[in-house]
């Protein structure tokens, strides 16, 4: 949302006052449309208080490929770090829900659209590792457009790493719950955002793989009205559940306390 006092509804394009919004969750009060937020904002609607400590904030990405399209990846880079003051698209942080010890982390769709790299594929994987030490739940909140094609081959590989390391932490049973925002897309839909205990999808979030458009033309049919939507996801069974962004933190917390039942 821009700085200006009054803005528009980008569902029901209704005349909105700002701080209706945000005092609202950043939700939509005439049409329960969700407004994207940042990582840092989803951070601190999760944690108890909004207290958290981030880490793996000196982990910085390289242009090893030396990389140009219209402009240089070093420069997006640059950019995208000035702009969000963060050093990589996803932020890591350590803290509690409803009094149980976590690992939240959170995509920032402001850097190069959440797109995962190397840098963020390595965040993921010492996320996993250290929720298995310390036998913590981790708790990822997607929003990407899926691979950064900047890195290539390098990007591609994050796929396995961190699918792997989510692996093994099914095999130590430690919970591991997926948030689909809008949007889920791309390789980040096809690795770790679909591989939780519990996938649960904002309203009206838009999750997939290609885009409706690429499918269209692959299997030159029409698909269905609120394709790729989170209700069209959970009526199909490739979700479990759409939660409303103002409930989703006691969601959370009352499933990781059926999930440690007896273990914690």
């Known amino acids: 949302m821009n700085d200006s006092l009054w803005t528009r509804c980008n569902s029901c394009q209704r005349i909105l006052y700002k701080q209706d919004i945000l005092d609202n969750s950043s939700v939509c009060p005439a049409c329960n449309f969700h407004f994207r937020i940042s ?7 999760l944690f108890d208080d ?15 490929l030396g990389f140009v399209d219209t402009q240089k990846y070093a420069r997006r880079l ?6 969000t003051g963060l050093s ?14 976590v690992y939240v982390m959170a995509m920032e769709f402001g850097f ?7 840098v963020v594929g390595e965040k993921i994987a010492r996320a996993c590792e250290r929720a ?13 457009g899926g691979m950064r094609m900047q890195e290539g081959m390098m990007s591609l590989m994050q796929m396995m790493k961190m699918s792997a390391a989510i692996a093994r932490m099914g095999e130590a049973k430690i919970p591991f719950i997926s948030v689909l925002a809008d949007p889920t897309t791309g390789g980040t839909t096809a690795s770790f955002a ?14 997939g793989f290609a885009g409706p458009r690429v499918i269209e033309q692959t299997i030159k049919e029409k698909l269905p009205k609120g394709f790729q939507t989170s209700e069209f996801l959970l009526e199909h069974g490739m979700v479990d559940d759409v939660v409303d962004r103002k409930k989703l933190r006691d969601y959370i917390i009352r499933a990781l306390r059926l999930f440690l039942n007896g273990v914690q």
């Open 39 to 45: 990582s840092t904002e989803r951070l601190r609607m």
């Open 50 to 64: 909004g207290l958290y400590e981030t880490l793996d904030e000196n982990i910085f990405p390289v242009d090893f």
């Open 78 to 83: 640059a950019d995208s770090q000035a702009r």
């Open 88 to 101: 990589e698209a996803i932020q890591t942080a350590r803290g509690t829900m409803g009094g149980i010890p």
């Open 112 to 118: 190069m659209g959440g797109s995962v790299a190397s």
């Open 132 to 144: 298995v030490e310390e036998r913590r739940p981790l708790i990822i909140v997607s929003c990407s």
């Open 194 to 207: 679909m591989l939780g205990d519990i996938n649960v999808a904002e309203p009206q979030a838009l999750i």
